[in-house]
């Protein structure tokens, strides 16, 4: 079947440690995007990347970095440089109808998301 | 830029009763609107989308939802609810130019369905 893989599902981080979200997608999508969720707060965007070798920041960057090596994959880095990292995060990705300004129509699809607690 | 109220928190309902959910946007330019649920400890799964055309959108579940741009509203209904409803629903909003980057969601409302 197609889809987003996230893992692990549970992390745990300790104080000054970097950890690594993996995000992998089977859908041939171009477009990826990570999000951050916090209770009664909605989606975040942290980044998000239209191609490969390429990605911007988003609304929350700060403390987290993120690789576009494959179409497949992109990877989250957790730095310690994050203050309050203890959140569900979320991969996404969606098509890209390249030649075209209508691309905000297109459905995001989501991973199971990924659970990070700081002990 | 673009915003999302989403009016009620937390909507607890009988199960086979109506329910609404109520979103509503703020946005100085065209949108295109969407309905995403999540259950427990999972992703989003997208419900329905408005991009154009008629107004009243049918969406996976028994759901729809009706853009009133006037009110800039779009809020989200189901005639007769079941226990397998109960999950957290996000309205979200993206301008028509530009990519699903842009996307905005709103605070979410939590639909739990009571027997």
């Known amino acids: 079947d197609g889809g987003i893989t996230q893992s692990p599902k549970y992390l745990f981080r300790k104080e000054g440690q970097n950890v690594t979200l993996s995000c992998e997608q089977n859908?041939?999508?171009?477009?990826m995007y990570w999000y951050r969720q916090d209770p009664g707060q909605g989606l975040r965007l942290i980044y998000y990347?239209?191609?490969?070798?390429?990605?911007q920041k988003g609304d929350i960057a700060e403390g987290y970095s993120v690789s576009r090596e494959k179409k497949e994959s992109f990877p989250l880095t957790v730095t310690s440089a994050q203050k309050n990292p203890t959140a569900f995060y979320l991969c996404?990705?969606?098509?890209?109808?390249?030649?075209?300004?209508?691309?905000?129509?297109?459905?995001?699809?989501f991973g199971e998301g990924s659970w990070l607690t700081v002990v | 830029a673009q915003s999302v109220t989403q009016l009620d928190s937390q909507v607890p309902v009988f199960e086979e009763a109506p329910v609404e959910l109520r979103c509503n946007y703020s946005?100085?330019?065209?949108?295109?609107l969407f309905w995403y649920v999540q259950y427990p400890n999972q992703g989003l799964q997208l419900l329905l989308k408005?991009?154009?055309?008629?107004?009243l959108v049918k969406g996976i579940n028994g759901f729809e939802a009706e853009f009133n741009k006037s009110q800039t509203s779009f809020h989200l209904r189901k005639p007769s609810v079941h226990i397998s409803d109960t999950a957290e629903y996000f309205c979200?909003?993206?301008?028509?130019?530009?990519?699903?980057?842009?996307?905005?969601f709103g605070k979410g409302t939590k639909l739990t369905v009571n027997p």
């Open positions: 859908l041939n999508h171009d477009a």
């Open positions: 979200a909003v993206s301008p028509l130019q530009g990519g699903s980057e842009k996307l905005v």
């Open positions: 946005s100085s330019v065209s949108v295109y």
């Open positions: 996404a990705s969606s098509t890209q109808l390249v030649g075209t300004g209508d691309r905000s129509g297109n459905t995001i699809y």
């Open positions: 990347s239209q191609i490969v070798n390429d990605f």
């Open positions: 408005y991009l154009s055309g008629s107004t």
